[in-house]
């Protein structure tokens, strides 16, 4: 069995539970392992029944798309052949004959994954003079993000020298998984009360994806202010009716959520995504929404969020964090996302710089809405209910005056809702 690309754009997954142990005997389509990607955990299939001889994959590694994780001995000795993912036919990969207990362990050094394509043609790596440290010597992503980040790149053109390879670099981790060789553990002295908590598979894929953002996205900001005090007036004024009718909440988030996705509609330049030599503008909006749990982050999507009704918006976002908190999120709940809202508010923060989530272009941080002298038109000074609407930007993508145009109009929205004009339905 190979690691499947269980999402848009997922090229790697960490293995954060074996469901099954060596020996046991599995069915087509049993669970084999829970996997972590992009922040969701999804259960991996088995593609056939028979029984597990190997689990090449300890619980915390991290494996690109189509790398091995375990052997399964099926009858007759010898695994049926087996359709590639569609995400895979574009690769080298989909050359693969088959799948199952009879691996073969050929070096697979030639078998190029599409991120590590696409890092080798930005950064100008010649992959033939790289050793990988996946299965087989196949060259990974985190092979060419070790590299880049120690500045020891193998140029294409350059006189052919020693082959550069992440063992060499750290030769006391050349027996540890993939996951752990990413870079050196910092020394934090430890005291005799201290308490160490291990790296869960959710923590470890949202370090990494965090990591990536920042690494690869030039992140910029901006912030703008907003007066809600119609919308507050409004919703509080039917959140109880709409509540005993509907059957969950009307949030304050639903009504931002919305004037995001109406402002995308008539801004698309922020509905992008950087993809090397061209800007991909997506034409669905798909809002991906920031739920937390106790110990981790969750982005589940609103698809086709610009279609939706405030009350739609509403059932979504009320769904959504129901699936995180039952540990009920699907790989599916996760996909698709174009852009991001954050509430942010909901644990009183008034302002905040998010970590643009990667791929998008951009993420709007929904701050606390606090009451607030304001100097009106008239000169008068009132007390209004007031909002920061943070927002970072990729500035390879977007520059400052169309996201300032951005928010003008999510602002001009927002300050435009009550009951005489606004519908929820």
Request: charged content about 30%; proline content about 4%; some cysteine.
């Amino acid at each position: 069995m190979k690691m499947p690309q269980l999402g848009e754009s997922v090229t790697e997954g960490t293995i954060s539970k074996w469901l099954v142990n060596v020996g046991d005997k599995v069915n087509k389509y049993d669970p084999l392992a829970e996997v972590m990607t992009d922040k969701v955990n999804a259960e991996v299939l088995s593609s056939f029944t028979g029984v597990i001889t190997e689990l090449t994959a300890n619980e915390g590694d991290t494996l690109a798309v189509g790398e091995v994780i375990c052997k399964i001995e099926v009858e007759g000795g010898k695994a049926p052949e087996v359709k590639e993912e569609k995400e895979e036919k574009d690769t080298t990969e989909a050359k693969s004959e088959a799948i199952g207990a009879k691996q073969d362990d050929a070096p697979q050094k030639k078998r190029y994954s599409p991120a590590v394509l696409r890092l080798a043609q930005e950064h100008d790596i010649d992959l033939e003079k790289v050793n990988g440290t996946g299965a087989g010597g196949r060259i990974t992503r985190k092979d060419l993000m070790k590299l880049i980040e120690n500045g020891n790149i193998p140029k294409k053109g350059e006189e052919k020298r020693k082959e550069v390879t992440v063992q060499e670099e750290q030769p006391k981790a050349a027996q540890m998984p993939v996951s752990q060789k990413e870079q050196p553990s910092p020394s934090v002295p430890t005291m005799p009360r201290d308490v160490e908590i291990p790296v869960s598979g959710v923590r470890r894929a949202i370090a990494q994806n965090m990591l990536r953002s920042k690494h690869e996205v030039p992140h910029a900001w901006t912030m703008i202010e907003v007066d809600v005090t119609n919308l507050v007036e409004y919703r509080n004024a039917i959140k109880d009716e709409f509540k005993k009718k509907e059957g969950f909440n009307l949030t304050f988030f639903a009504f931002f959520v919305k004037a995001a996705a109406q402002a995308l509609k008539e801004f698309p330049q922020i509905n992008s995504m950087w993809a090397g030599d061209k800007i991909i503008q997506k034409k669905d909006i798909n809002i991906s929404i920031a739920v937390a749990t106790e110990d981790a982050l969750y982005v589940p999507v609103i698809k086709h969020a610009d279609e939706k009704s405030i009350k739609g918006i509403a059932r979504e976002i009320n769904d959504l964090a129901h699936k995180v908190r039952s540990g009920k999120l699907t790989s599916e709940d996760m996909q698709g996302g174009t852009f991001t809202v954050n509430n942010t508010g909901s644990f009183g923060s008034v302002q905040s710089m998010g970590i643009i989530n990667y791929p998008q272009a951009a993420i709007l941080q929904v701050e606390s809405i606090v009451k607030r002298p304001v100097v009106m038109d008239n000169g008068m000074i009132a007390v209004r209910d007031m909002v920061n609407l943070c927002m970072s930007l990729d500035h390879r993508v977007l520059d400052g005056l169309i996201c300032g145009r951005f928010l003008q109009r999510i602002k001009e929205i927002l300050e435009n809702i009550s009951k005489d004009y606004t519908s929820i339905y």
